[in-house]
């Protein structure tokens, strides 16, 4: 199983854009999951975080702006991104914590392979 994330791509200052991430496949369960991004050259940095009974957590730079959601039935997270500005252009990278495939299987931490958002007029 991997994740799968969505929805990025190049934008004008102060549009908005749509995050998703899933698994590619059916799974038993998963805790966390959340959103991290990364530009070259600087530490990967949480964006923001929701547990499985939707507690959400959000990075100072973001909140106002951006709001993560879940859909527990689908195992899918959303980030919705308003006024974006050219400092939130990054790989953002999608976030499982204890994802189990199968009721027998070890939990495991999962990352996607990362969406570029690029802000720019």
């Known amino acids: 199983v991997h994740l799968v994330e969505s929805g990025g791509g190049l934008v004008q200052p102060g549009a908005s854009l749509t995050l998703s991430c899933q698994p590619s496949?059916?799974?038993?369960?998963?805790?966390?999951m959340g959103w991290y991004r990364q530009v070259p050259g600087k530490q990967r940095e949480l964006v923001a975080t929701?547990?499985?009974?939707?507690?959400?957590k959000l990075a100072d730079s973001v909140k106002g702006r951006f709001t993560i959601s879940r859909v527990n039935a689908k195992n899918t997270i959303y980030l919705q991104m308003n006024d974006l500005k050219p400092e939130d252009s990054a790989v953002y990278y999608c976030?499982?914590?204890?994802?189990?495939?199968?009721?027998?299987?070890?939990?495991?931490?999962?990352w996607g392979q990362g969406t570029q958002v690029t802000v720019s007029s």
């Open positions: 496949e059916h799974i038993f369960m998963v805790n966390d």
């Open positions: 976030y499982a914590d204890s994802l189990s495939t199968s009721p027998r299987g070890p939990p495991e931490d999962y």
């Open positions: 929701i547990t499985f009974d939707m507690s959400p």
